[in-house]
């Protein structure tokens, strides 16, 4: 029987961190319809409106999950040990959640434009960031 083959670590590493970064910014979309809007952290006001703190750690909690598992079955994936009908669920579900962000962000901002680019190039850092590091843990376990 031959060696399982393996995806080099690096890219299964930058794999994870676009995933994750592309949920976070699908789901800071999606957060935006709701009312969860990542720029009101800076707001005028005195004390931290607790909707934008619950924003940014939803953002960071899809990113650090979607890393540790896109690496995990990035891992696990060229060996042949992940199931088809897995892989094609997880696909679709990807895609549904990124068509849904799609559509959400083809609709009026609920935000100024500035304030919104802003707010999404931070989701986008973030993401990428918490991405990474949940794919690392993940590389680290394997």
């Known amino acids: 029987m031959a060696a399982p083959v393996y995806f080099p670590r690096y890219l299964i590493l930058a794999g994870a961190a676009l995933f994750g970064m592309l949920l976070a910014l699908g789901v800071h979309i999606l957060g935006q319809r709701f009312g969860l809007n990542l720029g009101d952290l800076w707001g005028t006001g005195d004390v931290m409106p607790a909707i934008a703190a619950v924003a940014w750690w939803l953002v960071s909690a899809v990113a650090f999950v979607a890393g540790y598992f896109t690496a995990a ?52 850092f973030l993401g990428a960031i918490m991405a990474f590091a949940g794919a690392y843990f993940a590389l680290e376990r394997a």
């Open 73 to 124: 079955l990035l891992h696990s994936a060229a060996s042949g040990q992940l199931p088809p009908r897995l892989r094609q669920a997880l696909i679709g579900a990807g895609v549904l959640l990124l068509a849904a962000a799609g559509q959400a962000a083809s609709g009026p901002s609920a935000i100024p434009t500035v304030a919104g680019v802003l707010a999404a190039i931070g989701a986008m």
